[in-house]
């Protein structure tokens, strides 16, 4: 860590941490805690979502935050980041809620320097690093929750579009009387151009990496995947065909092939 202190004024972090957040128990000091009932409990929340003890969690959110905190204060001031991470504890409901934080002596006494510094608690110092960091993970948690719900609804919007009406998304590709090549696209059995993606996305109304996530699935899930080209003997697949391979099978015109492969330049 930076240290960010007045040459007069010691840091513990000036020597390498010995103990990771998963330290011992004898390496661990008690800090109280007083933060709104409800951050506690969306802290327990978090915890049992990613089955992990409650300690070894707030231990690595205060380390994030710490070091969240090192970051910011490079290009503002220390007084102002910690008013912003306050205005998050602030944003809790419910009456203040007291308990006990073992952190990492090292770090604990960093904090304890810290709040000397910017006239704080040090159980103040440790509820806004919690908040701040605790921010940042519920926003990392909804994105990947956001995406997985996206996905899902390109897997529902594809199977309900495979089969004969695969023909309209083929009219809007400009693959006119291709809807076999579009089918085995949906169903992740010919790798497409991320060109043709990026329509079938917009066609979707989902993002691209959304319906690459989707076909991927499709594949992966298939018991047997298989492709057969026109006129050929089906084989296993253990990966998708490429689209240069799907496109020649079908041995097309000259023109009408060149048109396709450019789509995969």
């Not at 897997?155 to 291709?178: C, F, M, S």
């Not at 990026?198 to 109304?205: K, L, P, V």
Request: glycine content about 8%; some cysteine; aromatic content about 6%.
């Amino acid at each position: 860590m930076r240290s960010h202190y007045e040459p007069a004024l010691p840091r513990a972090s000036q020597a390498p941490r010995s103990a990771p957040v998963t330290s011992t128990k004898g390496t661990l000091q008690t800090v109280g805690v007083y933060v709104p009932v409800s951050m506690h409990e969306t802290l327990k929340e978090l915890a049992e979502g990613q089955n992990k003890k409650f300690s070894v969690l707030v231990r690595e959110l205060v380390e994030n935050g710490y070091d969240r905190f090192e970051d910011a204060i490079e290009e503002r001031s220390g007084r102002k980041v910690l008013d912003g991470y306050e205005h998050k504890v602030a944003s809790y409901s419910g009456e203040s809620y007291q308990w006990m934080a073992r952190l990492d002596r090292k770090l604990s006494l960093e904090l304890k320097l810290t709040a000397k510094e910017y006239g704080r608690s040090a159980s103040q110092i440790v509820g806004s690093l919690l908040a701040e960091a605790l921010s940042h993970c519920l926003q990392t948690q909804g994105a990947v929750v956001s995406a997985e719900v996206e996905v899902e609804r390109a897997r529902v919007a594809i199977a309900g579009l495979v089969g004969p009406q695969a023909g309209e998304l083929a009219d809007y590709l400009g693959l006119h009387g291709k809807r076999r090549l579009v089918n085995e696209v949906l169903g992740g059995l010919v790798r497409a151009p991320g060109a043709l993606l990026g329509q079938i996305a917009e066609y979707f109304a989902v993002s691209r990496e959304a319906v690459i996530q989707a076909v991927g699935l499709n594949f992966r899930q298939m018991p047997t995947p298989s492709y057969k080209a026109p006129n050929g003997q089906p084989r296993v697949l253990t990966e998708p065909v490429p689209w240069e391979e799907a496109v020649k099978a079908l041995k097309l015109p000259h023109d009408e092939e060149a048109k396709l492969l450019v789509i995969g330049d």
